[in-house]
């Protein structure tokens, strides 16, 4: 489970092929009036493409985590050029705009969000002018979640774009890079608040259009933002039966009937985003706990039963390279 140079270059072609590929394009845009039918990319000058704003943004992230654990790829020079044109103050100031309409309010929550600060994260990582030029849009979906996570009383739990858990994981990774602690203790009270008590999780699961695992990303969820030894208490309690490789589900690869079918196809992603969830809940098991040998495994079962079809249908190519990575190098 490591990323290949020629894994890296494959990933990047697929990436840079729809970043600023304008439509097929679903979008998020709850319009106050007439004047407000408008396009992807008149509406948003950065983050138009990849058939919606997230996928766009997740995109970027890829290729910005790409250009930086293989520098030397053939398509690193594209990928600084499609940045620098990319990131500009104009672009970006009318990214945050849009953020500023009435009826914007719930604008990619909480799935956009995360992945702006995701993306912000991997940015900071880079000797380039992107950061700098991005981090009004980062602060203004910062100031979102300080907005919103004090008045969500209750998490969602689904396996899509709405997972509260998922957001946390990823929000936490800016935090993290930003030593942001007032940040963090946000998102720490957050998972406390929703997943403390949990216990002895049955995993009904996986739903027809899930991409990610309500179990296995609160268990991250909690394993990032809790203390070591508060999580040691948490996880057994929560998913006691793993050395018995139970619940059953959460080991077995999510089958795929149709790969032209843009909501079938997130079951590819479910099984990308296990292996990465499984890898790093492995990382943090005891070489004597039973469950870790199974925690492995089903990482590298759930990977290989997704990594052959990242490219092939534009439902599926426009976002799954991202999951990959997730799995390949998280």
Not at 25 to 51: C, E
């Amino acid at each position: 489970m490591s990323l290949a140079r020629s894994t890296a270059s494959d990933f990047a072609k697929i990436a840079l092929g729809h970043l600023t590929r304008e439509y097929p394009n679903k979008l998020d845009h709850v319009m106050g009036g007439a004047d407000d039918v408008r396009s992807p990319r008149d509406l948003h000058p950065i983050f138009f493409g990849s058939f919606d704003w997230h996928s766009c943004v997740h995109g970027y992230w890829l290729l910005a985590t790409l250009l930086r654990l293989r520098p030397d790829m053939p398509e690193a020079e594209a990928i600084v050029r499609l940045f620098d044109d990319a990131f500009t103050a104009e672009k970006v100031a009318l990214e945050v705009a849009y953020l500023a309409r009435p009826e914007s309010r719930g604008f990619e929550r909480p799935y956009g969000w995360a992945w702006s600060l995701m993306l912000q994260a991997e940015l900071l990582r880079h000797d380039r002018a992107w950061a700098g030029v991005h981090a009004p849009l980062a602060e203004a979906f910062v100031q979102r979640f300080q907005a919103f996570l004090p008045i969500a009383d209750y998490p969602v739990r689904a396996g899509t774009h709405y997972n509260t858990a998922f957001a946390l994981v990823l929000a936490s990774e800016y935090a993290v890079m930003t030593d942001d602690a007032a940040l963090f203790g946000l998102l720490q009270n957050r998972a406390v608040t929703w997943y403390g008590q949990d216990a002895a999780c049955q995993a009904w699961e996986p739903s027809g259009d899930d991409f990610l695992s309500p179990a296995l990303i609160e268990a991250e969820a909690m394993r990032r933002l809790l203390p070591r030894e508060s999580f040691d208490v948490w996880f057994p309690r929560f998913l006691p039966d793993l050395a018995e490789k139970r619940p059953a589900t959460l080991f077995n690869p999510a089958r795929v009937t149709d790969r032209s079918d843009g909501k079938i196809a997130h079951l590819d992603g479910l099984n990308l985003s296990r292996a990465w969830c499984w890898r790093l809940l492995a990382s943090a098991m005891s070489e004597a706990d039973p469950a870790k040998p199974h925690a492995i495994s089903a990482a590298l079962n759930h990977l290989a039963a997704a990594i052959p079809h990242v490219s092939g249908d534009y439902m599926g190519e426009h976002w799954l390279a991202t999951y990959a990575l997730l799995a390949l190098e998280n």
